[in-house]
């Protein structure tokens, strides 16, 4: 097997860390030889942040390129489209609907970019866009949006066992919140 590239990317950390511990602990388990990034960027400051996941049979640095993803995994839809040079050509785009506004739109130097699910479209990528915040408070807490974004995920590997997933979800989230991220990835998953 070649090797794949996942990057999750978001504003302000949300979540990032325990997204990229979960496909890391799921792709372990699959016999996978995995590099996970430390997170990179502005978290403390509301700014960008990137992980990056790379897995295969023998894989020698986290660093993923541009053009070499095969997912983004986005927070944020103008997260997505920041990052979407870093896509090979076919690859996904997983991304929240929601808008994160930045610093420049806040203080009225620039307008939020319209249309960027059919701009990445039209740049190429398959893009599946849903709003997974809405799914997250359905299961519970908004805090779970990058859970229910990993369900999603899930979808573009069916040749791992949901209870794959389930195990990483129980030994990666405090007992006190397992049940409604379990809940999130589920919904996530199914989501039309």
Do not use: C
Request: hydrophobic share 40%.
């Amino acid at each position: 097997m070649s090797t794949k590239n996942i990057m999750i990317v978001g504003v302000g950390g949300q979540g990032t860390l325990l997204a990229s511990k979960l496909l890391g602990y799921v792709l372990l388990n699959q016999g996978y030889d995995v590099k996970v990034s430390e997170v990179h960027g502005m978290s403390q400051r509301g700014g960008s942040v990137v992980t990056y996941v790379r897995f295969g049979e023998k894989v020698y640095s986290p660093v993923i390129d541009k053009g070499e993803a095969d997912y983004i995994v986005s927070f944020e839809k103008l997260e997505a489209a920041r990052w979407i040079e870093f896509l090979k050509p076919g690859g996904t785009i997983i991304t929240n609907t929601q808008e994160v506004e930045p610093m420049p739109v806040i203080t009225g130097a620039m307008e939020y970019p319209q249309e960027l699910i059919e701009k990445m479209q039209a740049a190429g990528a398959n893009v599946d866009a849903k709003d997974f915040l809405a799914v997250a408070n359905e299961a519970g807490s908004s805090k779970a949006v990058n859970i229910a974004l990993m369900g999603r995920l899930s979808k573009y590997f069916e040749d791992i066992d949901d209870a794959v997933w389930q195990k990483a979800i129980e030994k990666n989230v405090p007992a006190k919140f397992l049940e409604l991220n379990k809940k999130a990835f589920e919904l996530g998953r199914d989501i039309q």
